[in-house]
């Protein structure tokens, strides 16, 4: 419960309009796209620097629970305020404070929409690689909680290969910044790598300094549909060995196909997996580049390899990974998306071990996602209360199997509430021994995010 004191202090650091604790107000800032809720005590809605340094004050003092939260579009529960406290929605700090197109930076405050970043930057002939599928709505903030990917990630990285520097708060109340705006420095510990992805356990992040890359001029699509998922994974391995790497690999099995191509029509193919794949720079150099991958696509098992000429062409070849989600949700409204990643040369093992686990539980289990990092999205798909009962235990011996592959929890969603209690698995006890020592120097009251991604 919210003490006396501790709303006083609350509402002298916020104005009225930026501080509520209505339950049905508080009730829509307790929930993420994991479908799991918790009601925090308090919302506050920060507008500076100097306002989450004070807040995290008060919180200390009081010893509140205090999560920061962007749009709540994570899958993993990260943003639940389970031991309840007071949820910081960075909605109102969402300025992209400058664009240097000289040393290729943008300095950005969390709230700011991924999206809305993208369009900024377009002008200039500049993006951020990020590239989740919620980036129409969630925000860099929950990009650096997350270390959030996307299709791009295979050639430019993941958010935590795009951050040069960080402004933050730590748990402890003590305010700093890391990085650097160059491209290269060795100084001391990467505090920076080391927030990306904590998932706010650690610091609040007020303002990042983004690594930017170039707009490509062009790109080519290309389609390749294969006999089985051993035959797409081979080519796979191929085509990330040869020099020519691709912005894009998408693998879709055989029944993501089929559920896409219920729910899309019949411009989604049937074969047993299909690859997606982009490549992108300057015109003079497309042809030949395309070639290169469309060579290594080729192999035992190819049924065919399609190269779009046109936009239209392209989003024909698209079309089968656009449906799939929507196709999802439409079968399993409680669907269980997991983002594990395994080597890539073991995608074959994981789709037959997802395939068994289909069968022992009598469950609907689909696999997609970017194979040219081995992160492939298994998707549980429990239609009623049993199934869902059996997917529990599937998801259980799943994590099992992406260890025994060489592989981990995730690729992109991080931890949360969801994996938490399967890091014993993925990490040693040392290795565990010192995340826990370092949340206690950042963090010495446990105030920040608690509950989640240490077990």
Not at 48 to 65: D, F, K, S
Not at 271 to 300: F, N, Q, W
Not at 353 to 371: D, E
């Amino acid at each position: 419960m919210l003490s006396a004191a501790a709303l006083a202090d609350l509402q002298q650091l916020f104005a009225a309009d930026a501080l509520t604790v209505d339950a049905a107000e508080c009730l829509v800032y307790g929930y993420d796209n994991s479908r799991r809720q918790a009601a925090p005590d308090a919302v506050v809605f920060p507008a500076t620097h100097a306002q989450v340094v004070a807040l995290v004050g008060v919180c200390r003092r009081h010893r509140l629970p205090l999560v920061a939260r962007g749009r709540g579009t994570n899958t993993t529960g990260a943003t639940v305020p389970v031991a309840g406290g007071v949820v910081a929605s960075f909605e109102r700090m969402n300025r992209l404070v400058r664009i240097d197109r000289d040393n290729r930076l943008a300095v950005v405050e969390p709230g700011l929409l991924n999206a809305d970043l993208q369009a900024a930057l377009a002008p200039h002939g500049l993006f951020w690689p990020p590239d989740p599928t919620s980036a129409p709505f969630c925000t860099i903030g929950g990009n650096l909680a997350c270390n959030a990917g996307g299709p791009r990630a295979v050639k430019y990285g993941a958010t935590r290969d795009n951050v040069l520097a960080l402004r933050a708060v730590a748990g402890n109340g003590l305010d700093f910044r890391c990085g650097t705006p160059t491209t290269k420095g060795s100084t001391g510990y990467d505090l920076t790598r080391l927030l990306i992805g904590a998932e706010g356990t650690l610091a609040v992040i007020t303002e990042a300094t983004l690594k930017l890359s170039p707009l490509p001029s062009d790109k080519r699509t290309l389609r390749a549909t294969y006999v089985d998922v051993g035959a797409a994974a081979a080519a796979v391995a191929r085509i990330m060995a040869q020099p020519v790497t691709p912005c894009a690999l998408e693998f879709l099995d055989d029944e993501c196909l089929r559920l896409a191509r219920a729910h899309g029509g019949e411009a989604v193919p049937l074969a047993g997996a299909m690859l997606v794949i982009e490549v992108d720079g300057e015109p003079d150099t497309l042809a030949t580049a395309s070639e290169a991958v469309a060579r290594a696509a080729r192999g035992d098992g190819l049924i065919d390899l399609a190269i779009a000429q046109d936009a239209a062409a392209v989003a024909t070849l698209w079309a089968a990974r656009k449906a799939l989600s929507p196709a999802l949700r439409t079968l399993s409204p409680n669907k269980i998306n997991e983002d594990v990643v395994v080597p890539v040369s073991r995608v074959p093992e994981l789709v037959a071990a997802t395939r068994a686990l289909a069968s022992k539980y009598a469950l609907p289990i689909v696999c997609f996602g970017h194979a040219g990092n081995g992160n492939l999205h298994v998707n549980l798909l429990p239609r009623d209360a049993a199934e869902h009962a059996r997917a529990e235990h599937a998801l259980d011996e799943l994590f099992d199997a992406v260890i025994r592959l060489d592989g981990t929890l995730s690729g992109e969603h991080g931890i949360g509430l969801v994996k938490r209690d399967f890091m014993p698995r993925a990490l040693d006890p040392n290795a565990l021994a010192l995340m826990r020592a370092l949340k206690r120097d950042f963090d010495p009251d446990g105030i920040l995010n608690p509950g989640k991604l240490l077990p």
